[in-house]
C-alpha cells in the first residue's frame, strides 16, 4: 500500500471576482513523504495556493487531488474528512490567544468530535495523553497550563505545530511560518518541520520568503511568479542563482 501525503494539483487556476488572477493554470505533483519549499514574491500565489491545497480557497479551474481523492469538489463529511488529514499552521500563529496552551493544542482535535463535545472541552483521555506528547515533540509541555497570549512569537508557532499533529495528519501546510521571527527561533521552529518530515514521514508544503532557508530544509523548491509556476526542481539540482529569475520584478528581465 502506498504513503499517504500525496499531492496533485492538476489545472489549477485561481481568478478572483476583481479579475485579478491569484493562480494560473497551475501542475505540480508532490509524493508523499517531501518536503517541498514554495518561494517567490509576495503575491506570486504562494499563500493562494497553499489555501487551495486544502480547500480554504475555492478554485475557478482544475482540481486538487490529496491521495487520489479531488478537494476541490468534496462537501460535507467528505470534506471534513480530507481536510482532517492536512494540517496547516500560520503565519499569524491563529491560536485562541486567551486560551491555555493546552486548550489550543486539544482544538486540533475537534475535527474528531461533534460540535457540542468539542465546544464544551469534553476531550478523551487519550487525546488529553496525545496533546501531551504533541507538546513534548516541540518541547514545550512546561507551558501546558500557560495563556497563548504570554507566549512569545517562537513558542507560538510551535504550539500551532502541536496543535497541527493532533490531527494526526498525512500533509502538513506551512504558510510563512518563521515570519517575523528571529535567526535563533526560526531555525527551532524549521528544525521542529524537519524533524516531522524525517521521523514521521509526514509530507510537508512549505511557503518561504527565504532561500537560504529553502536550501537548508527543502528537499524540493518550487517557484511561483505572477501566479505561474516558473521553476520546479529538487534540492540537488538547485543553485543559489536560480533564485535571481524567481525573485526579479515582473518586467525587469
Request: cysteine-free; charged content about 25%.
Amino acid at each position: 500500500m502506498s504513503k499517504k501525503g500525496t499531492i496533485k494539483v492538476e489545472g489549477v487556476s485561481k481568478v478572483y471576482p476583481n479579475g485579478v488572477v491569484g493562480l494560473d493554470n497551475i501542475n505540480l505533483d508532490i509524493e508523499a513523504g517531501e518536503f517541498v519549499v514554495i518561494v517567490g514574491l509576495s503575491g506570486a500565489g504562494k499563500s493562494t495556493l497553499l489555501r487551495a491545497i486544502n480547500r480554504l480557497h475555492d478554485v475557478t479551474d482544475g482540481h486538487i487531488l490529496i491521495d487520489g481523492e479531488d478537494i476541490t469538489k468534496a462537501s460535507g463529511k467528505e470534506l471534513r474528512m480530507l481536510r482532517r488529514n492536512i494540517a496547516m499552521i500560520f503565519q499569524n500563529y491563529n491560536l485562541v490567544k486567551r486560551s491555555t496552551v493546552a486548550r489550543n493544542v486539544l482544538s486540533g482535535r475537534v475535527g474528531y468530535y461533534p460540535t457540542w463535545q468539542s465546544t464544551l472541552g469534553l476531550f478523551t483521555k487519550e487525546d488529553q495523553d496525545r496533546a501531551v506528547k504533541s507538546l513534548e515533540r516541540v518541547n514545550l509541555l512546561d507551558k501546558y497550563y500557560t495563556k497563548a497570549r504570554d507566549l512569545s512569537g517562537g513558542q507560538q508557532q510551535r504550539v500551532g505545530i502541536a496543535r497541527a499533529l493532533m490531527q494526526e495528519p498525512a500533509v502538513f501546510l506551512a504558510d510563512e511560518p518563521v515570519s517575523g521571527l528571529d535567526p535563533k527561533t526560526t531555525k527551532v521552529v524549521m528544525d521542529d518541520l524537519k524533524r516531522l518530515n524525517e521521523e514521521d514521514g509526514l509530507t510537508i508544503v512549505a511557503n518561504l520568503h527565504s532561500m537560504e532557508l529553502a536550501m537548508d530544509y527543502a528537499t524540493r523548491i518550487v517557484g511561483l511568479k505572477a501566479g505561474k509556476l516558473v521553476y520546479d526542481k529538487p534540492i540537488a539540482e538547485v543553485q543559489a542563482s536560480d533564485f535571481q529569475d524567481i525573485y526579479a520584478e515582473v518586467g525587469d528581465q
